[in-house]
């Protein structure tokens, strides 16, 4: 077998093929296994990691409900009448919770979680990369499942000790989606990424909506005390996930020890095998690709997240529902995003597998159907006055349909750059955190002296204007070709006509292409 060094430019040839089309030897993959791998193992226990990352997460949004006593001097509980005269008979309440917290207390009590979570997105991305992301995902999700347990204790001792908890719970919980981005960029098959991921992080929302109705349900019993019920039940779920993650999953599929080797040369074919590669900072940092990510992930969570922490109080001061209703409704939208999410990826791998749309403009597209749509129907929501079922309808699907993004810019960190794609979730995410705690700030700010409808309109125009804002820039600046700081070395080879890309020039890589192209003769 002989090789030859093509005279042209490496870099020229990279630009002028598709990478989503020639994964590495020329388009020859190895073929896809019939039947359930241990791909879709990973992707199971990851979808139950985010359920429990969720649940985790949401609690507090409905348990704070029930903890804060909504009958002391608060303004802002006293003066919302709004909308009353149209609620159905026996469905609002008034909490005589222990806590006597004003609503910037509370915005700082929701908040707090994103102020650590943000600390840790960039270095989970690289500590993911080099050392693996199963360790660190799953340690992640133990450290929030274990300070959860506590949170009863430490809101009963010192509001400020709580702030604290929420504060390091975020910093374990802030490495797991670069994490599981990492290992991603390593089992993810090149036509199964959207599928793949899509379903891994709709876990998310599932949790959600599994959180949400349960929580207001432990809140008005009497099991363990009411609300502390609700993350005493979370907490330990999580941890018994923890053993199940660490006794099954692995790194990547040359560590399984149980996974087929015709799936294990599927995937490597695929993505190829990485090696520890040193991070290209200052290109990922002045990559228009990547600020495109950034300013399509901002927008996305700005909606979300101020809609996931708000929306239990909403509904409770605006539309008056009690702590129960107050969960079960507030769940809705998450179980549309749900769908949304996992038909998104599906979609979006569809169009790109037939090559309807290249895989920019299959991005751009999904991306779009999941912020303009929301902002639309969050302008519409003064339209529906007092009427309750209009508003819930409204807001439903303003949210829901946010998972759209999911096959949008989602996905578009592994197609830029899987070497290094627990790095670009981390810093996307990083800046994507900040709608977690600003967001809940703007509402307490907003709603702290006047809680009306008025008010939370302003709330839903700000996130109407931030979605639009970025997908805007999603459309002017992403890309869906891998970027050349990808590769850390690249030379141009020529094998019976064939051009492959050589991504690293030790011998093992060398060795692992000689094999690729006899089996693919």
């Known amino acids: 077998m002989s090789f030859e060094s093509s005279s042209e430019d490496p870099m020229d040839y990279l630009k002028t093929k598709d990478s989503e089309k020639e994964p590495l030897l020329g388009g020859k993959v190895a073929e896809a296994p019939a039947g359930f791998g241990s791909r879709h193992v990973l992707a199971f226990l990851a979808f139950l990691g985010f359920f429990n990352v ?30 009353k005269e149209d609620i159905p008979a026996n469905t609002t309440s008034t909490n005589t919770g222990e806590f006597n917290w004003d609503s910037n207390t509370q915005g700082l009590v929701l908040g707090a979680f994103f102020y650590g979570y943000i600390i840790t997105q960039i270095p989970g ?10 360790k660190l995902f799953g340690f992640g999700v133990l450290c929030t499942a274990i300070l959860t347990l506590l949170t009863p204790l430490a809101a009963r001792w ?38 793949l991921l899509s379903f891994t992080y709709s876990g998310a929302q599932l949790g959600t909506v599994f959180s949400m109705p349960i929580s207001g349900i432990l809140c008005k019993s009497d099991f363990l005390g009411g609300w502390p019920s ?6 330990a779920i999580g941890c018994v996930w923890f053993v199940v993650w ?13 996974i087929s080797q015709e799936e294990k040369d599927y995937i490597e074919t695929s993505v190829g095998t990485r090696q520890k590669l040193k991070t ?42 009690d702590v129960q209703q107050d969960g079960f409704l507030s769940a ?27 895989t920019a403009n299959t991005r751009k597209v999904v991306n779009s159907c999941g912020l303009l749509l929301p902002a639309i129907l969050l302008c519409c929501v003064q339209f529906a006055g007092c009427n309750h079922a209009a508003v819930v309808a409204i807001v439903t699907f303003a949210v829901g349909l946010g998972g759209f993004c999911m096959g949008g810019f989602n996905c578009n960190h592994i197609d830029i750059a899987s070497n290094f794609s627990g790095t670009l979730m981390g810093i996307t995410n990083m800046f994507a955190t900040i709608p977690g705690f600003l967001g809940p700030a703007v509402v307490g700010w907003l709603t702290s002296h006047e809680d009306t409808r008025a008010k939370w309109q302003i709330v839903f125009y700000i996130s109407a204007a931030i979605y639009v804002t970025g997908c805007i820039l999603f459309n002017v600046f992403a890309r869906g070709e891998e970027q050349e700081w990808n590769i850390p070395e690249v030379s141009v080879l020529v094998y019976k006509g ?8 030790s011998e093992s890589s060398q060795n692992s292409i000689s094999s690729r192209i006899q089996s693919a003769q």
């Open 54 to 83: 969720y649940c985790l997460r949401v609690n507090l949004s409905v348990a704070l409900v029930a903890m804060v006593n909504s009958t002391n001097n608060d303004p802002s509980s006293v003066n919302s009448t709004e909308c």
């Open 125 to 134: 991305g690289w500590l993911a990369e080099v050392f693996g992301g199963k």
């Open 158 to 195: 010192n509001l400020y000790v709580f702030v604290a908890l929420r504060v390091i719970e975020g910093i374990g919980e802030g490495v797991t989606f670069p994490a599981m981005n990492a290992m991603w960029g390593k089992w993810a098959p090149l036509w199964e990424r959207s599928k």
């Open 230 to 235: 609700v993350f005493y039940l979370f907490g």
């Open 246 to 258: 660490m006794l099954v999953v692995h790194d990547t599929p040359a560590q399984h020890p149980r």
């Open 280 to 321: 290209p900072w200052l290109s990922i940092w002045t990559s228009p690709a990547v600020f495109a990510i950034c300013a399509a992930h901002f927008a996305n969570n700005w909606g979300f997240y101020t809609m996931l922490t708000c929306l239990p109080t909403y509904m409770k001061k605006i539309l008056h529902f």
């Open 332 to 358: 809705l939208p998450y179980l549309v995003c749900w769908m949304c999410q996992t038909i998104s990826g599906q979609l979006a791998d569809y169009i790109r597998k037939n090559q309807y749309l290249t």
């Open 498 to 505: 064939n051009k492959i890309n050589e991504r690293d020039r």
